[in-house]
């Protein structure tokens, strides 16, 4: 009978209804009919929230009121189990890319280096692209939309980062965890969507040029940005709303420098089907699907420039969508390298070395792909450069007294 219970309890915890007693209530009373038990025992105590405490392998549940017990099972198993909403309890290690106390210095350097230099180089580009009338065009549009998720990409995960290192503690809390998890989903997805539309873009003003100006129109252009913030937030809400959902033990090691989806569903005690099934499927419409898209619209530029006649023609047309193409394959390549490291190899300083790859180094070298490259951007911010210093108290004071 009691081996029956356990497997009851697991069945109703593979649906996340341990609280509903009247289920259990009735599925009690199935087993003492099948077990020829007395329906109304004079054992029972009056407590029944003390009656019938089923040890499961990993928690100890109460069968009438679904609650669990701190105390572990046996003395071998120091793993605690705590609701996902009980944020009393819950706290998350946070175990970063090295244990060693002589490189957290060189490392807090060299991250706080490259947060600075993102953060430079994008408000950069926002800056030339809102003060430089010529480029108020949609390809700089999305430009500076792609710079701002840079910026809140990068911020996400490395302030979150130094302060640790800074403070010699690991730990983050569960609500910060949980925030933290549904920023980077945002601004990863968002900077996927935005990379379409700017193929996209490319795509109308290499292809079709004469109707460029018509169908790249203010208002499309506003409304797919405001479409790609929208599925974002929609998909990030809902995966952290499903995490919500979810069980852990108190002892949680997260073998990264920030809050992982997939890190976080392996600390899970309670079934993760439905998260698992609800993320691969995010997987490929926000990254599969956006990825087709980019290599459709370049595969229709490529014959496109093959169809020019002069050779600088042919330059002209490749260098408008050569940054971009870099900064998409970047962004693509460094999201496969991190996805391969994680599924191919277990060690946790590889998955950590391509997460920071992924997530430092690709919003760092993107403003200086769209600078080097770009003529324009390099003729926005002298300008910009410029008239800031014809502005400043000292230049003013030289041609004063010239």
């Known amino acids: 009978m009691e081996s029956c219970k356990t497997s009851l309890v697991a069945f109703l915890n593979l649906y996340n209804i341990e609280r509903h007693r009247a289920w259990l209530l009735v599925l009690e009373f199935y087993i003492r009919i099948r077990t020829n038990a007395s329906l109304f ?12 405490i089923i040890n499961h392998p990993r928690r100890n549940m109460d069968i009438h009121t679904g609650t669990f017990l701190l105390s572990s099972p046996s003395s071998s198993d120091h793993h605690h189990v705590v609701q996902g909403n009980d944020t009393g309890m819950a706290q998350f290690i946070l175990l970063g890319l090295s244990e060693e106390l002589e490189l957290q210095p060189l490392i ?9 230099i993102t953060m430079f180089g994008n408000l950069l580009i926002i800056l030339a692209t809102i003060s430089d009338s010529h480029l108020h065009t949609p390809m700089y549009f999305f430009l500076s939309n792609l710079s701002f998720v840079d910026i809140c990409f990068i911020s996400t995960t490395i302030p979150k980062m130094l302060v640790n290192i800074q403070t010699q503690s690991k730990a983050i809390s569960y609500e910060g965890c949980i925030t933290q998890m549904q920023f980077y989903i945002l601004f990863v997805e968002l900077e996927n969507l935005i990379l379409t539309v700017m193929s996209y873009d490319r795509f109308i003003a290499i292809c079709d040029p004469l109707h460029y100006a018509v169908i790249m129109s203010p208002i499309l252009c506003g409304l797919m940005v405001l479409l790609s913030w929208m599925m974002s937030a929609l998909n990030s809400l809902v995966q952290s709303l499903l995490v919500l959902r979810l069980y852990f033990c108190t002892v949680l090691e997260i073998p990264h420098f920030f809050c992982d989806l997939k890190e976080v569903l392996r600390l899970a005690c309670s079934d993760t ?3 698992n099934a609800v993320m691969y499927f995010a ?9 087709a898209g980019i290599c459709y619209s370049y595969s229709r530029i490529v014959s496109s420039i093959c169809r ?13 969508c050569a940054s971009h193409l870099s900064v998409a394959s970047l962004f693509y390549c460094t999201g496969l390298g991190l996805y391969l490291s994680s599924t191919a190899t277990h060690s946790r300083y590889s998955s950590a070395i391509a997460s920071v790859i992924y997530i430092v180094v690709t919003p760092m070298l993107n403003p200086f792909i769209y600078s080097l490259r770009n003529k324009d951007i390099k003729r926005a911010l002298r300008r910009f450069f410029g008239v800031a210093a014809m502005k400043g108290p000292f230049v003013l004071g030289l041609r004063k007294c010239w």
Request: glycine letters at 8%; charged letters at 15%; zero cysteines.
């Open 273 to 275: 089907i439905l998260n």
């Open 41 to 52: 025992p004079s054992d029972l105590p009056k407590n029944r929230a003390s009656a019938f």
């Open 308 to 320: 020019i006649s002069s050779a600088e023609g042919k330059y002209k047309a490749f260098s408008t």
């Open 283 to 291: 997987v490929g419409l926000f990254g599969a699907v956006p990825l």
């Open 108 to 116: 807090f350097g060299l991250f706080l280096s490259m947060f600075l």
